[in-house]
């Protein structure tokens, strides 16, 4: 997402979306300025309780844009219109269709004119690459790292600055008309109203943070879950799974957010996992499941496959009771040294075989 506002008559426009449940309600937001047309639309999901949600609004937009919004400013001078919205979300019927424009001051640097509403394409992606992208999301499903839900992305093979990823859909039913083009901010380019992955900002933001990345699983595939809330750390059993290495990170959306719906569906959150990831191939999330990266979709998907694996046979191994050896990090280096399992090509075209065929 990009913001050129300069003129301290720049105003947001804040749509009022929909309530969720328990005290939250999901606002979309888009910075106006009359005679150069709409920024992009933010999306928000707060408290109902407005302060929260002037906070949430500051702390996205200084995280993803040089200017930001003066929010105390903004919170003195529409002190009024923030009592009436309150005051409006108390009775559901205000909400139906609602709109409020709010006068804020922006702060920032000379800037071209504010961008256009969805960022621009980087063109027609390789039809082998979007053939690949459907094929992990079948071999995901197939192989039980996915199921209703999860999903996988690609960097986009013209422009390192864009991804793709399917539309809000079970893996196991993605075409090539669901692929959706992203700019790493997670603004889609091309959604036409089409329903949008919420946790696609672990993609973005693991995208802008680590170049060499090309492919992004996020799964909830079930023995890993174990190892995210247990305190027996994951550790690689057999050769295969060797780029488990010393072990992995566990993300717990708890310390970086509070108490959250354990989503991660903004960009702060996808930062926040993004640096406990860190140069790692995968971090688990804490009582969620896992992000797998890769610097191709067999790498990524074939770390997702075996990350499963080498889970279910280490608690099977620790549940016989007896003492159990993991690979040493010496022997996991060198698996890895040699070639990571000949970067997963037998398995991805056996895999992609079974996942295409009809
Ligand atoms: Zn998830």
């Not at 139906?96 to 961008?115: H, I, N, Q, R, W």
């Not at 197939?142 to 399917?166: I, K, Q």
């Not at 717990?252 to 719906?261: H, L």
């Not at 040699?338 to 295409?356: D, H, T, V």
Request: proline share 6%.
């Amino acid at each position: 997402m990009t913001y050129f506002p300069t003129n301290p008559r720049n105003r947001m426009k804040i749509v009022i979306s929909s309530l969720g449940p328990r005290n939250t309600v999901s606002l979309r937001a888009r910075l106006t300025e009359p005679r150069r047309g709409l920024a992009p639309l933010i999306e928000i999901t707060c408290s109902r309780v407005f302060n929260n949600f002037y906070n949430e609004l500051g702390r996205h937009c200084q995280g993803v844009s040089a200017p930001s919004l003066r929010v105390a400013d903004w919170r003195k001078n529409d002190m009024r219109r923030n009592k009436r919205l309150d005051d409006g979300m108390k009775r559901r019927d205000f909400l139906t269709g609602s709109t409020l424009v709010v006068t804020g001051t922006l702060l920032g640097s000379a800037g071209p004119t504010l961008a256009q509403q969805d960022p621009a394409s980087a063109g027609p992606a390789d039809a082998r690459l979007i053939e690949d992208l459907i094929a992990a999301n079948r071999i995901l499903a197939r192989e039980g790292v996915v199921d209703a839900f999860g999903h996988v992305s690609v960097r986009h093979d013209r422009d390192p600055n864009r991804y793709l990823l399917s539309r809000s859909l079970a893996p196991a039913l993605v075409t090539p008309d669901d692929v959706i083009e992203y700019d790493l901010d997670s603004n889609p380019v091309n959604a036409n109203n089409r329903p949008q992955y919420s946790e696609r900002f672990i993609h973005g933001e693991i995208y802008k943070a680590r170049p060499e990345v090309k492919a992004v699983v996020h799964n909830h595939s079930p023995s890993v879950i174990l190892f995210g809330v247990s305190t027996v750390p994951l550790r690689p059993v057999f050769h295969i799974a060797a780029f488990i290495g010393k072990g992995l990170p566990i993300f717990d959306i708890r310390k970086a957010a509070g108490m959250t719906d354990m989503l991660v569906s903004n960009p702060d959150r996808g930062r926040a996992l993004t640096q406990i990831l860190a140069s790692n191939v995968a971090v688990l999330m804490r009582g969620h499941g896992a992000a797998v990266v890769g610097a191709s979709l067999p790498l990524a998907v074939g770390r997702s496959v075996y990350l499963e694996q080498n889970a279910r046979i280490q608690a099977q191994a620790i549940g016989l009771g007896g003492g159990v050896t993991y690979l040493d990090p010496e022997e996991a280096r060198k698996v890895m040294e040699a070639g990571e399992n000949r970067s997963y090509e037998r398995a991805w075209e056996l895999w992609k075989l079974r996942a295409l065929e009809k």
